[in-house]
């Protein structure tokens, strides 16, 4: 069982270059997550989508945008990379709903360094 | 806006003890509570999930709490090994069935001393 892909897991940019994070989950979860993990500010989510077709912001949308390309694959995608998005990006995945079907399951990370 | 807390930021003990990591939250309106383990380079793990409708949860070494009431959660780790040596993060599952995201404490890194 594959849980959470995403690729790559290391990639360096230069500012101003684009670039996609892809994601892909197996578990038929109806919502996926994008976040990114800096020191000393820890987890912050940068966009969401709750079911297929629907994507929202979350605390730190600026600079990417997202698609829900299907119920598996959530990407994420910087169009004009900046020193600050220099971070180690984590996608997320869960099925909403009661009990320990709501457990939220993780990729093993991409690691972004902007120059 | 939710805050997740956790205290204290590092800790370091001798194996084979017990031990509790803290999380506080300011609203008590969660709809559930979740306790995480990362290790370098690597993912979260979820250890437990505790529902608003429960007070406790446990899993082989480990026990968590949630008193919604003090805005507060205990994660538990009996007879403590060199392997549980990771950050440990709390999340806030969400409002309203959870389908926007978790709100994250900052975490606490754990280290045992062999």
């Known amino acids: 069982n594959a849980g959470v892909t995403q690729t790559p897991k290391f990639q360096v940019l230069k500012t101003g270059q684009s670039m996609t994070l892809q994601c892909a989950q197996d578990?038929?979860?109806?919502?996926m997550y994008w976040y990114r993990q800096d020191p000393g500010m820890g987890l912050r989510l940068i966009y969401y989508?709750?079911?297929?077709?629907?994507?929202d912001k979350g605390e730190v949308p600026n600079g990417y945008n997202v698609s829900r390309l299907n119920k598996r694959e959530f990407s994420l995608r910087l169009e004009s990379a900046a020193p600050s998005q220099t971070s180690v990006y984590f996608c997320?995945?869960?099925?909403?709903?009661?009990?320990?079907?709501?457990?939220?399951?993780f990729g093993e990370g991409s690691w972004l360094t902007v120059v | 806006k939710q805050e997740v807390t956790q205290i204290p930021a590092a800790l370091s003990v001798p194996e084979g003890e017990n031990l509790v990591l803290n999380c506080s939250f300011t609203?008590?309106?969660?709809?559930?509570l979740q306790w995480f383990r990362q290790d370098p380079g690597k993912g979260l793990t979820s250890l437990l999930l505790?529902?608003?409708?429960?007070r406790e949860q446990t899993s082989g070494r480990l026990n968590a709490s949630l008193d919604k009431s003090s805005g507060r959660s205990t994660l538990y780790i009996a007879a403590s090994q060199p392997g549980d040596s990771a950050t440990y993060l709390c999340?806030?599952?969400?409002?309203?069935?959870?389908?926007?995201?978790?709100?994250f404490g900052k975490g606490t890194h754990l280290i045992i001393q062999p």
């Open positions: 997320a995945s869960r099925r909403t709903g009661t009990g320990d079907r709501n457990t939220i399951y």
């Open positions: 578990m038929n979860h109806n919502s």
């Open positions: 989508s709750a079911s297929e077709g629907t994507t």
């Open positions: 609203d008590s309106a969660i709809y559930n």
């Open positions: 505790i529902q608003s409708s429960q």
């Open positions: 999340a806030d599952g969400g409002a309203g069935g959870g389908a926007d995201g978790l709100t």
